[in-house]
């Protein structure tokens, strides 16, 4: 059996997450940072150094400069083709094999949970994968590629931008209803790899606590989340998360 080789995970958060019948798991860009890709606020790289994610993941910047943000998310999307899921993503394939009802809500666009081989995925942010017309907000499959920089939309010839929901955007109404309801009702739910700071998705940790579930937050570093969760499990997700598959459901369940 390899050696637990982090923090011990509490008996008492053993026993209720073993005896859940629902479980809610929000994660951010920490979960996806052991598989190599840059979270979110990480120090930009190379070109982007002289940008701020926030000022380029807007629809004003990507007005203002629709070549920049679209080579943004093309160098990110790139990336992402290169990676593959961690242990992190792998154990919460495992927990949704066991757990009556589990919903994984990500605010992560990498689709890297789905390719673990997570089924019940709610994409609160989108994903850097699918591609949507600027003007009619449709996801666009196939383009003719004439160089254009953004690619224009073969249907209406405005530009095409990534499926990601932008600040000052709305979320997919459906999928924050859907990551809403399943959050007043869990008996537990899980806070992983987020900075806890985007809303509406930071709030659904509220809705758990005013459902009385316990909130568990994993995260190498304290968030605004951390001193009212009633667990902080401190260390990175790819470690503490198959040792809590490993406490609650045993060794055989960590894949
Ligand atoms: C909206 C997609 C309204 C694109 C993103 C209430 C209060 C205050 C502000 C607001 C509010 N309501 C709305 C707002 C405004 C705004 C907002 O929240 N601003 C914040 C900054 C204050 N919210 C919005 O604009 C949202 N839209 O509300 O619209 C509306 C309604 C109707 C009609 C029109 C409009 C839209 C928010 C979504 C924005 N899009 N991304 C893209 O990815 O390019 S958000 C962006 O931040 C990321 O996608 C990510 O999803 C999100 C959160 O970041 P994290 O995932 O937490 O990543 P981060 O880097 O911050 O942190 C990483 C964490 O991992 C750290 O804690 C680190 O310690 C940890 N970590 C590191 N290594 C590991 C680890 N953890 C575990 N293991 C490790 N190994």
Known sequence: MKPASGPPIPINLVERVRSAQSIVVLTGAGVSAESGVPTFRDAQTGLWTNYRPE???????FQRNPRLVWEWYAMRREKVLTVAPNPG???????????????????????????????????????????KCFQ??????QWVDDGQVPPRCPQCGGWLRPDVVWFNEALPKAELIRATSASRRCQVFFSVGTSAMVYPAAGLSQEAFEARAVVVEINPQPTPLTERAHHFLQGPSGVILPELVRAVWGEQAVP
């Open 55 to 61: 000022d380029l993941a807007t629809p004003e910047a």
């Open 89 to 131: 993503h792998r154990a919460l394939v495992a927990m949704e094999r066991v757990v009556r009802e589990f919903l994984l809500v990500t605010q992560n666009v990498d689709g890297l949970h789905q390719r673990a081989g997570s089924r019940q995925v709610c994409e609160l942010h989108g994903n850097i994968g699918r591609t």
């Open 136 to 141: 009619e907000n449709r996801v666009i499959e």
